[in-house]
């Protein structure tokens, strides 16, 4: 029950935790009844939306056919615990395929994995989540997404998770209101609109398109302020749970929730989110 407690703490109405290890293959050790308790008292505390986040050992795209099972496998078994407590989602990483796989093959082998885990959900969605780019990236751009979708059979329960920092990082200018504009007219544009559910909001500690995954706190990194004043006003992103995953402890997650609540113009945690507006809360990684 810790995650309850630790939200409470930085002021916080939304989480985003680990169902197991990681860094490990192992699954998710706790009993899908644990996890109901768990989901129910989540529930009862008067808190919102809470997503899992699968392992970073899952990779849905990557070339060696038993890696890619283990990832499913893992990814599967994640899932299951959402279901058991009632969380809004499990986040999955789009993958990577290395250097020597054709584009066209990764997205096969990624879209198809995708769909064998999306089969194991019920009420959950599996967020896949856009990446940095890169070599070997299969999917760091909302077109990119919609390729992955597609192949995917437009799986009912795939929906997309955007991280400011990964976009940025991508080539999307993010640190001012044209170029807010245009990232999602974008997803608009691709017929994503009801895709995007869940929003990871960090700075970058690098330029745009850098191709570098490095969080930083809110307002101190190259996306700035007004980037993130002009992020939260979207009305795509006011209708999405916002999860920041910026570094720290305790106190930096309580300022970072601060900043977001400041810029998107709410109140306090608790009664003041709606579903037109971001929920927030610290994320489990830097």
Known sequence: MGAIDSA???????????GSNPRAWAPPSVALSVGREFGQAW??????????????MVNVASPNMDFRRRSVDLARATVALAEAIGALGVVVHAGSAGGSTER????????????????????????????????????????????LLDTAGEHRQLALCADTCHLFAG????????????????VRG???SRRLRLIHANDSKFPMGAHR????????????????????????VRRCAVICETPGRLEDHARNIATVRRLAGLGGPGGSTTKA??????????
């Open 104 to 147: 066209a093959k990764a997205l096969e082998v990624a879209g198809l994995s995708l769909a064998t885990i999306a089969d194991s959900a019920e009420s959950t969605s599996v967020f896949v989540e856009l990446t940095a780019g890169g070599a070997g990236s299969v999917a760091s751009t909302f077109h990119h997404f919609r390729e």
């Open 190 to 192: 691709l017929r994503l």
């Open 43 to 56: 529930r009862d505390a008067g808190l919102g939306p809470l997503v899992l986040h699968a392992p970073y």
């Open 8 to 18: 409470k703490a930085c002021g916080a109405d939304a989480a985003q935790i680990w």
């Open 213 to 236: 995954d490095s969080h930083t706190h809110i307002g101190e990194g190259h996306i700035g302020e007004k980037g993130f004043r002009a992020i939260l006003a979207h009305p795509l």
């Open 171 to 186: 080539g999307y200018a993010l640190d001012v209101p044209d170029g807010v504009r245009a990232c999602f007219d974008e």
């Open 277 to 286: 507006q971001p929920s927030v809360a610290p994320g489990p990684k830097a």
